[in-house]
């Protein structure tokens, strides 16, 4: 079983629209969970880190957790095409302080 | 500035040939990491290392080797045994605060074979 799962997609959105990524992972130790963005041929850009059960929102990005379910999940509220790219979902047991990363969900947002 | 800073961003490997990546980071984390992307894939963990002169394999060591000589410093080499090379390797730190362990990246470093 993988460590974090993610539907690779790819997700398509029109632009100003709410796009909704997933995240799930396997261990229930998992204590730290991240969301990267990453454009084709760049490295991966930390958007935002989510520790407690709950939502986290910073501007147009809001996290949420739910520790019981296991599950982690991204909105992007008034997508824009400069959000087209492939989002990937991290978590990191802090035992050892190894991430874990899903394989990705690419997401186009369509002017 | 500080980052992580890698290099070369292209290199070529011959067959049989070793050749070396290069990371250095300003952000005086203790941790540091090698990883593996492929298209279509997510990262693969190669090494890491949570202090100076001490480092663990990860989930694809295999035809790796790396150093930590230094706290700034984690050269990857990839030696003539890894047989399939060609991937973005993306080198990364993190301090080990609990809650503050963000991981963050080089810029990658694109691995061909001639």
């Known amino acids: 079983q993988k460590e974090v799962e993610q539907n690779s997609g790819p997700l398509s959105v029109p632009e100003g629209a709410i796009a909704s990524l997933n995240c799930t992972y396997s261990?229930?130790?998992?204590?730290?969970f991240f969301w990267y963005r990453q454009y084709s041929g760049k490295s991966p850009e930390l958007i935002m880190s989510?520790?407690?059960?709950g939502d986290k929102e910073d501007g147009r990005f809001t996290a949420q957790l739910n520790k019981a379910s296991q599950y982690v999940s991204l909105l992007i509220r008034d997508s824009q095409p400069s959000d087209s790219a492939t989002y990937l979902c991290?978590?990191?047991?802090?035992?050892?302080?190894?991430?874990?990363f899903g394989t990705g969900t690419s997401l186009t947002v369509i002017p | 500035d500080g980052g992580i800073t890698q290099s070369p961003k292209y290199l070529f490997r011959k067959e049989g040939q070793n050749v070396t990546l290069s990371c250095e980071q300003n952000?005086?984390?203790?941790?540091m990491y090698w990883y593996r992307q492929d298209p279509g894939q997510g990262l693969r963990l190669i090494y890491y290392?949570?202090?100076?002169?001490?480092?663990q394999k990860g989930d694809i060591a295999e035809g790796y080797s790396v150093s930590r000589e230094k706290k700034e410093s984690f050269p990857l080499t990839v030696t003539s045994a890894q047989k399939n090379p060609t991937a973005f390797y993306l080198c990364?730190?993190?301090?080990?605060?609990?809650?503050?362990?963000?991981?963050?990246f080089g810029s990658g470093t694109q691995l061909s074979v001639l």
């Open positions: 990364a730190s993190s301090t080990q605060r609990v809650e503050n362990e963000k991981l963050f």
């Open positions: 261990d229930r130790v998992s204590q730290s």
């Open positions: 989510i520790y407690s059960n």
């Open positions: 991290a978590v990191n047991k802090f035992t050892g302080n190894q991430f874990y």
């Open positions: 952000l005086n984390h203790d941790a």
């Open positions: 290392s949570q202090i100076v002169n001490d480092f």
